[in-house]
Protein backbone atom coordinates (compact mmCIF):
# COMPACT_ATOMS: atom_id res chain seq x y z
CA UNK A 1 0.00 0.00 0.00
CA UNK A 2 1.88 3.21 -1.11
CA UNK A 3 1.80 6.79 0.72
CA UNK A 4 -0.73 8.34 -1.63
CA UNK A 5 -3.44 5.81 -0.90
CA UNK A 6 -3.08 5.49 2.32
CA UNK A 7 -3.43 9.27 2.66
CA UNK A 8 -6.97 9.26 -0.02
CA UNK A 9 -8.38 7.02 3.01
CA UNK A 10 -7.69 9.03 5.76
CA UNK A 11 -8.64 11.86 3.86
CA UNK A 12 -11.71 9.83 3.64
CA UNK A 13 -12.20 9.52 7.21
CA UNK A 14 -11.50 13.24 7.95
CA UNK A 15 -13.67 14.44 5.39
CA UNK A 16 -16.18 12.32 6.92
CA UNK A 17 -16.70 13.54 10.16
CA UNK A 18 -15.61 17.10 8.76
CA UNK A 19 -18.89 16.98 6.75
CA UNK A 20 -20.81 15.27 9.32
CA UNK A 21 -20.03 17.66 12.43
CA UNK A 22 -20.58 20.38 10.93
CA UNK A 23 -23.80 19.27 9.54
CA UNK A 24 -25.21 17.77 12.29
CA UNK A 25 -26.13 20.82 14.32
CA UNK A 26 -28.99 21.32 11.26
CA UNK A 27 -29.98 18.13 10.71
CA UNK A 28 -33.49 18.19 9.66
CA UNK A 29 -34.21 21.94 8.73
CA UNK A 30 -35.58 23.36 5.55
CA UNK A 31 -32.85 25.58 4.64
CA UNK A 32 -31.32 27.19 2.88
CA UNK A 33 -29.24 27.77 5.34
CA UNK A 34 -26.52 30.53 6.19
CA UNK A 35 -23.31 28.98 7.76
CA UNK A 36 -19.95 29.79 7.17
CA UNK A 37 -18.01 27.21 9.62
CA UNK A 38 -19.08 24.84 12.46
CA UNK A 39 -21.56 26.45 14.62
CA UNK A 40 -20.42 25.63 17.58
CA UNK A 41 -17.21 25.00 16.77
CA UNK A 42 -16.38 21.67 18.34
CA UNK A 43 -13.57 20.75 20.58
CA UNK A 44 -13.08 17.39 18.95
CA UNK A 45 -15.07 14.87 16.62
CA UNK A 46 -18.69 14.26 16.97
CA UNK A 47 -20.35 10.96 16.99
CA UNK A 48 -22.28 10.15 14.25
CA UNK A 49 -23.72 7.12 13.03
CA UNK A 50 -22.23 7.83 9.51
CA UNK A 51 -19.12 6.66 10.72
CA UNK A 52 -19.92 4.73 13.51
CA UNK A 53 -21.52 2.19 11.39
CA UNK A 54 -18.97 1.75 9.08
CA UNK A 55 -16.20 1.38 12.08
CA UNK A 56 -18.63 -1.69 13.08
CA UNK A 57 -18.39 -3.17 8.97
CA UNK A 58 -14.82 -3.03 8.77
CA UNK A 59 -14.42 -4.38 12.57
CA UNK A 60 -16.59 -7.02 12.10
CA UNK A 61 -14.94 -8.57 8.56
CA UNK A 62 -11.36 -7.55 9.97
CA UNK A 63 -12.73 -10.24 12.51
CA UNK A 64 -13.28 -12.99 9.96
CA UNK A 65 -10.80 -15.81 9.11
CA UNK A 66 -11.19 -14.93 5.58
CA UNK A 67 -13.15 -11.35 5.26
CA UNK A 68 -16.10 -11.08 2.27
CA UNK A 69 -18.92 -8.53 2.78
CA UNK A 70 -21.89 -10.85 2.68
CA UNK A 71 -25.46 -9.27 3.47
CA UNK A 72 -26.02 -11.82 5.98
CA UNK A 73 -22.39 -10.93 8.40
CA UNK A 74 -23.51 -7.10 8.10
CA UNK A 75 -27.51 -8.79 9.39
CA UNK A 76 -25.54 -10.47 12.32
CA UNK A 77 -23.26 -7.32 13.06
CA UNK A 78 -26.58 -4.90 13.19
CA UNK A 79 -28.08 -6.92 16.06
CA UNK A 80 -24.82 -8.14 17.69
CA UNK A 81 -23.27 -4.51 17.91
CA UNK A 82 -25.93 -1.52 17.23
CA UNK A 83 -28.75 -0.41 19.78
CA UNK A 84 -29.46 2.31 17.02
CA UNK A 85 -33.22 2.57 16.90
CA UNK A 86 -33.75 5.21 14.16
CA UNK A 87 -36.01 4.77 10.94
CA UNK A 88 -35.05 2.66 8.72
CA UNK A 89 -32.65 0.92 11.47
CA UNK A 90 -35.12 0.09 14.08
CA UNK A 91 -37.54 -1.40 11.13
CA UNK A 92 -34.67 -3.63 9.78
CA UNK A 93 -33.72 -4.51 13.06
CA UNK A 94 -37.46 -5.67 14.06
CA UNK A 95 -37.55 -7.77 11.04
CA UNK A 96 -34.02 -9.35 11.42
CA UNK A 97 -35.16 -10.48 15.44
CA UNK A 98 -38.45 -11.83 13.28
CA UNK A 99 -36.89 -13.89 11.65
CA UNK A 100 -36.96 -12.02 8.05
CA UNK A 101 -33.66 -11.96 6.20
CA UNK A 102 -31.86 -9.47 3.12
CA UNK A 103 -33.46 -8.43 1.15
CA UNK A 104 -36.77 -8.92 2.81
CA UNK A 105 -35.52 -7.67 5.95
CA UNK A 106 -34.94 -3.95 4.16
CA UNK A 107 -38.42 -3.84 1.52
CA UNK A 108 -40.81 -5.47 4.01
CA UNK A 109 -43.23 -3.66 6.17
CA UNK A 110 -40.42 -0.36 6.07
CA UNK A 111 -41.50 3.28 5.52
CA UNK A 112 -38.16 4.70 5.52
CA UNK A 113 -36.65 2.21 2.28
CA UNK A 114 -35.51 5.53 0.74
CA UNK A 115 -34.18 6.90 4.06
CA UNK A 116 -30.37 8.03 3.99
CA UNK A 117 -29.23 5.35 6.38
CA UNK A 118 -27.52 3.34 3.64
CA UNK A 119 -26.38 6.25 0.93
CA UNK A 120 -24.07 6.89 4.58
CA UNK A 121 -22.45 3.91 4.50
CA UNK A 122 -21.14 4.17 0.79
CA UNK A 123 -17.33 4.46 1.59
CA UNK A 124 -16.06 1.59 3.47
CA UNK A 125 -17.04 -0.13 0.36
CA UNK A 126 -14.99 2.65 -1.69
CA UNK A 127 -12.12 2.07 0.35
CA UNK A 128 -12.36 -1.52 -0.01
CA UNK A 129 -12.47 -1.80 -3.71
CA UNK A 130 -10.69 1.64 -5.03
CA UNK A 131 -10.84 2.61 -8.61
CA UNK A 132 -13.33 -0.62 -8.81
CA UNK A 133 -16.60 1.51 -9.25
CA UNK A 134 -18.73 -2.08 -9.78
CA UNK A 135 -17.13 -4.12 -7.04
CA UNK A 136 -17.95 -1.45 -4.77
CA UNK A 137 -21.49 -0.86 -5.47
CA UNK A 138 -21.95 -4.60 -5.35
CA UNK A 139 -20.63 -4.48 -1.67
CA UNK A 140 -23.03 -1.53 -1.41
CA UNK A 141 -26.03 -3.76 -2.56
CA UNK A 142 -25.06 -6.08 -0.01
CA UNK A 143 -24.89 -3.77 2.79
CA UNK A 144 -27.87 -1.70 1.59
CA UNK A 145 -30.80 -4.28 1.16
CA UNK A 146 -30.45 -5.15 5.03
CA UNK A 147 -32.28 -1.88 5.47
CA UNK A 148 -33.54 -0.66 2.65
CA UNK A 149 -34.93 -0.91 -0.98
CA UNK A 150 -35.22 0.61 -4.28
CA UNK A 151 -33.40 3.95 -4.53
CA UNK A 152 -32.55 3.77 -0.73
CA UNK A 153 -30.40 0.86 -2.50
CA UNK A 154 -29.08 2.67 -5.58
CA UNK A 155 -28.47 5.49 -3.70
CA UNK A 156 -24.99 4.33 -1.64
CA UNK A 157 -24.82 2.31 -5.06
CA UNK A 158 -23.94 5.44 -6.63
CA UNK A 159 -21.85 7.09 -4.28
CA UNK A 160 -19.70 4.12 -3.69
CA UNK A 161 -18.96 3.96 -7.23
CA UNK A 162 -18.22 7.50 -7.40
CA UNK A 163 -15.82 7.56 -4.51
CA UNK A 164 -14.25 4.13 -5.52
CA UNK A 165 -13.69 6.02 -8.63
CA UNK A 166 -12.17 9.02 -6.63
CA UNK A 167 -9.25 6.80 -6.11
CA UNK A 168 -8.29 6.91 -9.55
CA UNK A 169 -8.49 11.01 -9.97
CA UNK A 170 -9.66 13.00 -12.60
CA UNK A 171 -13.20 15.51 -12.51
CA UNK A 172 -15.88 15.80 -10.46
CA UNK A 173 -17.67 14.96 -13.73
CA UNK A 174 -15.54 11.59 -14.35
CA UNK A 175 -16.77 10.92 -10.50
CA UNK A 176 -20.45 11.06 -11.78
CA UNK A 177 -20.35 9.44 -14.61
CA UNK A 178 -18.69 6.59 -12.78
CA UNK A 179 -21.33 6.61 -10.59
CA UNK A 180 -23.98 6.43 -12.95
CA UNK A 181 -22.69 3.71 -14.56
CA UNK A 182 -23.49 1.44 -12.14
CA UNK A 183 -27.10 2.69 -11.57
CA UNK A 184 -30.30 2.02 -13.54
CA UNK A 185 -30.29 6.16 -14.96
CA UNK A 186 -34.54 5.67 -14.89
CA UNK A 187 -34.11 5.71 -11.11
CA UNK A 188 -34.93 8.14 -9.25
CA UNK A 189 -31.27 8.48 -7.84
CA UNK A 190 -30.55 8.63 -12.13
CA UNK A 191 -33.03 11.02 -12.67
CA UNK A 192 -31.56 13.48 -9.51
CA UNK A 193 -28.13 13.21 -10.22
CA UNK A 194 -29.05 14.02 -14.09
CA UNK A 195 -31.20 16.50 -13.28
CA UNK A 196 -28.87 18.21 -11.03
CA UNK A 197 -25.95 18.17 -13.57
CA UNK A 198 -27.94 19.61 -15.97
CA UNK A 199 -28.92 22.84 -13.80
CA UNK A 200 -25.62 23.31 -12.56
CA UNK A 201 -24.93 24.23 -15.98
CA UNK A 202 -27.96 26.84 -16.55
CA UNK A 203 -28.05 28.28 -12.99
CA UNK A 204 -25.12 29.89 -11.50
CA UNK A 205 -26.41 30.37 -8.00
CA UNK A 206 -26.65 26.95 -6.13
CA UNK A 207 -29.76 28.54 -3.87
CA UNK A 208 -31.39 27.86 -7.61
CA UNK A 209 -30.57 24.78 -8.28
CA UNK A 210 -31.67 23.93 -4.96
CA UNK A 211 -35.26 25.14 -5.29
CA UNK A 212 -35.39 23.07 -8.44
CA UNK A 213 -34.37 19.69 -6.93
CA UNK A 214 -36.88 20.48 -4.01
CA UNK A 215 -39.75 21.38 -6.78
CA UNK A 216 -39.17 17.99 -8.19
CA UNK A 217 -37.76 15.50 -5.74
CA UNK A 218 -38.87 17.15 -2.34
CA UNK A 219 -40.27 14.72 0.41
CA UNK A 220 -41.49 14.93 3.65
CA UNK A 221 -39.29 12.75 4.98
CA UNK A 222 -35.72 15.15 5.70
CA UNK A 223 -33.95 11.78 5.34
CA UNK A 224 -35.07 10.82 1.67
CA UNK A 225 -31.63 10.21 -0.93
CA UNK A 226 -33.49 11.60 -3.82
CA UNK A 227 -33.77 15.12 -2.45
CA UNK A 228 -30.63 14.67 -0.41
CA UNK A 229 -28.17 13.25 -3.06
CA UNK A 230 -29.28 15.88 -5.36
CA UNK A 231 -27.68 18.20 -2.74
CA UNK A 232 -24.23 16.37 -2.96
CA UNK A 233 -24.40 16.59 -6.41
CA UNK A 234 -24.58 19.99 -6.24
CA UNK A 235 -22.04 20.15 -3.65
CA UNK A 236 -19.74 18.79 -5.57
CA UNK A 237 -20.19 20.84 -8.66
CA UNK A 238 -20.96 23.70 -7.20
CA UNK A 239 -18.40 23.75 -5.18
CA UNK A 240 -16.03 23.28 -8.14
CA UNK A 241 -12.97 21.71 -5.91
CA UNK A 242 -13.07 23.89 -3.18
CA UNK A 243 -13.36 21.86 0.14
CA UNK A 244 -15.15 24.38 2.38
CA UNK A 245 -17.13 25.56 -0.25
CA UNK A 246 -18.60 22.33 -1.25
CA UNK A 247 -19.43 20.53 2.22
CA UNK A 248 -21.17 24.34 2.99
CA UNK A 249 -23.68 24.41 -0.56
CA UNK A 250 -24.31 20.87 0.40
CA UNK A 251 -24.88 21.80 3.95
CA UNK A 252 -27.03 24.76 3.35
CA UNK A 253 -29.46 23.05 1.63
CA UNK A 254 -30.81 21.91 4.68
CA UNK A 255 -32.81 18.63 5.06
CA UNK A 256 -30.16 15.75 6.26
CA UNK A 257 -27.44 17.82 6.30
CA UNK A 258 -24.88 15.91 8.43
CA UNK A 259 -25.04 13.22 6.21
CA UNK A 260 -25.04 15.02 2.89
CA UNK A 261 -21.59 17.06 3.97
CA UNK A 262 -20.54 13.93 4.94
CA UNK A 263 -20.98 12.17 1.79
CA UNK A 264 -19.30 15.32 0.31
CA UNK A 265 -16.38 15.58 2.48
CA UNK A 266 -15.63 11.85 1.94
CA UNK A 267 -15.58 11.91 -1.78
CA UNK A 268 -13.19 15.40 -1.80
CA UNK A 269 -11.07 13.76 0.75
CA UNK A 270 -10.54 10.81 -1.23
CA UNK A 271 -9.98 12.75 -4.55
CA UNK A 272 -7.93 15.80 -3.01
CA UNK A 273 -6.81 15.09 0.71
CA UNK A 274 -4.29 18.23 1.26
CA UNK A 275 -7.59 20.05 0.15
CA UNK A 276 -9.17 19.56 3.33
CA UNK A 277 -8.21 23.17 5.07
CA UNK A 278 -6.23 22.94 8.34
CA UNK A 279 -8.98 25.03 10.12
CA UNK A 280 -11.20 22.42 9.47
CA UNK A 281 -9.44 19.85 10.53
CA UNK A 282 -7.86 21.12 13.88
CA UNK A 283 -11.20 21.36 15.63
CA UNK A 284 -11.90 17.85 14.88
CA UNK A 285 -8.45 16.12 16.39
CA UNK A 286 -7.56 12.57 16.09
CA UNK A 287 -9.61 10.45 18.07
CA UNK A 288 -12.38 8.09 16.73
CA UNK A 289 -15.68 8.80 18.76
CA UNK A 290 -18.10 6.39 18.60
CA UNK A 291 -21.68 7.02 19.77
CA UNK A 292 -23.16 5.36 22.82
CA UNK A 293 -25.45 3.01 20.46
CA UNK A 294 -22.33 1.05 18.92
CA UNK A 295 -21.90 -1.82 21.77
CA UNK A 296 -19.72 -5.06 22.04
CA UNK A 297 -17.18 -3.82 19.46
CA UNK A 298 -13.14 -3.33 19.76
CA UNK A 299 -12.61 -0.37 17.65
CA UNK A 300 -9.96 1.66 17.17
CA UNK A 301 -9.10 4.46 19.19
CA UNK A 302 -7.57 6.99 16.10
CA UNK A 303 -8.91 7.57 12.71
CA UNK A 304 -5.47 6.82 11.82
CA UNK A 305 -5.61 3.55 13.20
CA UNK A 306 -8.71 3.09 11.45
CA UNK A 307 -7.85 3.82 8.64
CA UNK A 308 -4.84 1.31 8.66
CA UNK A 309 -7.08 -1.11 10.08
CA UNK A 310 -9.16 -0.82 6.55
CA UNK A 311 -5.82 -0.80 4.63
CA UNK A 312 -5.10 -3.96 6.05
CA UNK A 313 -8.82 -5.00 5.55
CA UNK A 314 -8.63 -4.30 1.60
CA UNK A 315 -5.79 -7.13 1.31
CA UNK A 316 -7.33 -9.79 2.94
CA UNK A 317 -10.77 -9.08 1.51
CA UNK A 318 -12.19 -11.61 -1.10
CA UNK A 319 -15.21 -10.96 -3.37
CA UNK A 320 -17.30 -13.72 -3.52
CA UNK A 321 -20.73 -14.19 -5.15
CA UNK A 322 -23.97 -12.84 -3.70
CA UNK A 323 -25.51 -15.21 -1.36
CA UNK A 324 -29.03 -16.37 -2.90
CA UNK A 325 -31.77 -15.13 -2.16
CA UNK A 326 -34.12 -17.44 -0.24
CA UNK A 327 -37.89 -17.82 -0.23
CA UNK A 328 -40.15 -16.08 2.07
CA UNK A 329 -43.70 -15.10 1.89
CA UNK A 330 -44.49 -11.86 3.39
CA UNK A 331 -48.19 -12.93 4.11
CA UNK A 332 -46.33 -15.12 6.65
CA UNK A 333 -46.17 -11.70 8.55
CA UNK A 334 -49.66 -10.20 7.93
CA UNK A 335 -51.12 -8.62 11.19
CA UNK A 336 -54.63 -9.72 12.04
CA UNK A 337 -57.12 -6.95 12.75
CA UNK A 338 -60.67 -6.77 13.18
CA UNK A 339 -62.33 -4.01 11.36
CA UNK A 340 -65.73 -2.24 11.09
CA UNK A 341 -67.33 1.03 9.36
CA UNK A 342 -69.66 3.81 11.40
CA UNK A 343 -70.15 7.71 10.42
CA UNK A 344 -70.97 10.30 12.81
CA UNK A 345 -72.49 12.34 9.90
CA UNK A 346 -76.16 13.28 11.07
CA UNK A 347 -75.28 13.25 14.79
CA UNK A 348 -75.59 16.55 16.80
CA UNK A 349 -71.98 18.37 18.01
CA UNK A 350 -70.13 15.68 15.43
CA UNK A 351 -68.86 19.10 14.00
CA UNK A 352 -66.83 19.83 17.36
CA UNK A 353 -64.92 16.88 16.92
CA UNK A 354 -64.33 16.57 13.00
CA UNK A 355 -66.94 14.05 12.68
CA UNK A 356 -64.66 11.64 14.46
CA UNK A 357 -65.68 9.69 17.62
CA UNK A 358 -65.12 12.11 20.60
CA UNK A 359 -61.64 12.40 22.45
CA UNK A 360 -61.16 11.50 26.07
CA UNK A 361 -64.37 9.12 25.65
CA UNK A 362 -64.17 5.31 25.93
CA UNK A 363 -63.53 3.43 22.71
CA UNK A 364 -66.65 3.76 20.24
CA UNK A 365 -68.53 0.37 19.64
CA UNK A 366 -68.81 -0.89 16.74
CA UNK A 367 -72.88 -1.07 16.02
CA UNK A 368 -72.51 -2.73 12.06
CA UNK A 369 -70.69 -5.28 10.85
CA UNK A 370 -67.25 -6.45 11.34
CA UNK A 371 -65.16 -9.01 9.62
CA UNK A 372 -61.75 -10.00 10.04
CA UNK A 373 -59.11 -9.17 7.96
CA UNK A 374 -55.29 -9.50 7.11
CA UNK A 375 -53.07 -6.16 6.60
CA UNK A 376 -49.88 -6.65 5.08
CA UNK A 377 -48.08 -5.46 8.05
CA UNK A 378 -47.58 -2.69 10.21
CA UNK A 379 -47.59 -0.29 7.48
CA UNK A 380 -51.38 0.32 5.78
CA UNK A 381 -52.16 2.07 3.05
CA UNK A 382 -55.44 2.27 1.70
CA UNK A 383 -57.90 5.12 -1.46
CA UNK A 384 -60.47 6.46 -0.14
CA UNK A 385 -62.57 4.44 -2.88
CA UNK A 386 -62.28 1.51 -0.91
CA UNK A 387 -63.41 3.13 1.96
CA UNK A 388 -66.96 1.87 2.67
CA UNK A 389 -68.08 4.86 5.18
CA UNK A 390 -66.55 7.76 6.90
CA UNK A 391 -64.81 5.91 9.43
CA UNK A 392 -62.90 3.03 9.54
CA UNK A 393 -62.64 1.66 13.03
CA UNK A 394 -59.41 -1.43 13.01
CA UNK A 395 -59.09 -3.42 16.85
CA UNK A 396 -55.90 -4.82 16.88
CA UNK A 397 -54.99 -7.45 19.35
CA UNK A 398 -51.23 -6.29 21.31
CA UNK A 399 -49.04 -8.63 23.13
CA UNK A 400 -45.74 -6.38 23.99
CA UNK A 401 -44.11 -9.76 24.66
CA UNK A 402 -43.02 -9.04 28.24
CA UNK A 403 -41.93 -5.48 27.78
CA UNK A 404 -43.87 -3.31 30.78
CA UNK A 405 -42.58 0.42 29.33
CA UNK A 406 -44.36 0.55 26.38
CA UNK A 407 -44.30 3.18 23.50
CA UNK A 408 -47.78 3.11 21.16
CA UNK A 409 -46.97 4.91 17.90
CA UNK A 410 -50.11 5.47 14.77
CA UNK A 411 -48.71 7.76 12.33
CA UNK A 412 -51.14 8.88 9.95
CA UNK A 413 -51.92 11.55 6.93
CA UNK A 414 -55.47 11.09 8.17
CA UNK A 415 -57.57 12.28 11.07
CA UNK A 416 -57.14 9.11 13.69
CA UNK A 417 -57.72 8.69 17.15
CA UNK A 418 -56.49 5.54 19.48
CA UNK A 419 -57.78 3.77 22.22
CA UNK A 420 -55.75 1.10 24.41
CA UNK A 421 -58.14 -1.46 26.52
CA UNK A 422 -61.44 1.23 25.90
CA UNK A 423 -59.21 4.13 27.32
CA UNK A 424 -57.83 7.19 25.05
CA UNK A 425 -54.91 7.92 24.43
CA UNK A 426 -54.28 10.32 21.71
CA UNK A 427 -55.58 11.71 18.28
CA UNK A 428 -54.38 13.72 15.78
CA UNK A 429 -56.14 15.72 12.99
CA UNK A 430 -54.00 14.55 9.72
CA UNK A 431 -50.72 16.12 8.43
CA UNK A 432 -47.36 14.98 7.85
CA UNK A 433 -46.24 11.57 9.17
CA UNK A 434 -42.53 10.27 10.35
CA UNK A 435 -43.77 7.18 11.83
CA UNK A 436 -39.98 6.52 13.85
CA UNK A 437 -40.55 5.39 17.44
CA UNK A 438 -37.73 7.52 18.93
CA UNK A 439 -38.81 11.26 17.45
CA UNK A 440 -42.66 10.67 16.54
CA UNK A 441 -44.47 13.46 15.94
CA UNK A 442 -46.95 15.35 18.34
CA UNK A 443 -50.54 13.36 19.41
CA UNK A 444 -49.35 10.43 17.15
CA UNK A 445 -47.98 8.60 20.57
CA UNK A 446 -48.15 7.89 24.32
CA UNK A 447 -46.17 5.42 26.82
CA UNK A 448 -47.69 3.47 29.12
CA UNK A 449 -47.10 0.71 31.14
CA UNK A 450 -48.56 -2.51 29.82
CA UNK A 451 -49.53 -5.93 32.29
CA UNK A 452 -49.47 -9.12 30.82
CA UNK A 453 -51.41 -9.37 27.23
CA UNK A 454 -52.95 -9.57 25.16
CA UNK A 455 -54.08 -5.78 24.93
CA UNK A 456 -56.52 -4.30 22.32
CA UNK A 457 -55.74 -0.89 20.56
CA UNK A 458 -58.32 0.63 18.78
CA UNK A 459 -57.54 2.56 15.95
CA UNK A 460 -60.35 5.36 13.74
CA UNK A 461 -59.35 6.69 10.71
CA UNK A 462 -61.21 9.11 8.52
CA UNK A 463 -61.74 8.60 5.01
CA UNK A 464 -59.18 10.53 2.88
CA UNK A 465 -60.36 13.22 0.37
CA UNK A 466 -61.37 11.75 -3.57
CA UNK A 467 -58.57 10.81 -5.13
CA UNK A 468 -56.03 10.35 -2.20
CA UNK A 469 -54.44 7.16 -0.53
CA UNK A 470 -54.63 7.33 3.50
CA UNK A 471 -51.82 5.26 5.44
CA UNK A 472 -50.57 4.80 8.71
CA UNK A 473 -47.85 2.84 10.84
CA UNK A 474 -48.87 1.29 14.00
CA UNK A 475 -45.29 0.79 15.81
CA UNK A 476 -45.40 -0.85 19.51
CA UNK A 477 -41.71 0.02 20.80
CA UNK A 478 -39.78 -0.17 24.23
CA UNK A 479 -40.36 3.22 25.50
CA UNK A 480 -36.68 3.29 27.01
CA UNK A 481 -34.76 1.60 24.03
CA UNK A 482 -37.20 3.07 21.36
CA UNK A 483 -36.78 -0.39 19.98
CA UNK A 484 -39.64 -1.89 18.17
CA UNK A 485 -41.19 -4.76 19.77
CA UNK A 486 -41.00 -7.68 17.44
CA UNK A 487 -44.68 -9.55 16.88
CA UNK A 488 -46.13 -7.03 19.24
CA UNK A 489 -49.24 -6.94 16.95
CA UNK A 490 -48.94 -10.52 15.80
CA UNK A 491 -51.03 -12.14 18.52
CA UNK A 492 -51.78 -16.21 17.56
CA UNK A 493 -55.52 -16.65 17.39
CA UNK A 494 -55.89 -18.91 20.50
CA UNK A 495 -54.18 -16.65 22.60
CA UNK A 496 -57.34 -13.93 22.05
CA UNK A 497 -57.38 -10.31 23.00
CA UNK A 498 -59.21 -8.60 26.10
Not at 33 to 61: H, I, K, R, S
Not at 294 to 303: E, F, G, R
Not at 357 to 367: D, G, I, K, N, R
Not at 465 to 479: K, L, T
Amino acid sequence: MNAISREAVLGCWLGKAIGGTLGQPFEGLDGPLAATFYEPVPTGMVPNDDLDLQVVWACVLAGQAEPSVTSSALAAAWTAHVEFPFNEYGVAKRNLREGILPPFSGSFDNWFTKGEGAAIRSEIWACLAPSDPATAAEYAYRDACVDHAGDGIIAPMFLAALQSRAFSGGTVDDLLDAGLGVIPRDSGIGRVVIATRAWCEEFPDWRDVRSRILSRFASQDFTDVLMNTGFVVLGLLAGRGDFARSILITSNCGKDTDSSAASVGATLGILSPTSIPGEWLAPIGSDLVLSPGIVNLDAPATIEEFTDLVLRLRERVTFVPREAQHDWDPRSKAVRVTRSWSTRAGELGALNDWFMPPSHAPAPVSTGESADVELEGTWSQLPAESFENDLMLLRYPLDAQGVQHVRVMVASNLLVRVWLDGDWLFGRDGGAMFPAPHMPRMNTFADVELGAGPHELTVVLHRPEAGHVGEWVVAIADSRTKEWIPDALRVPPEKGAV
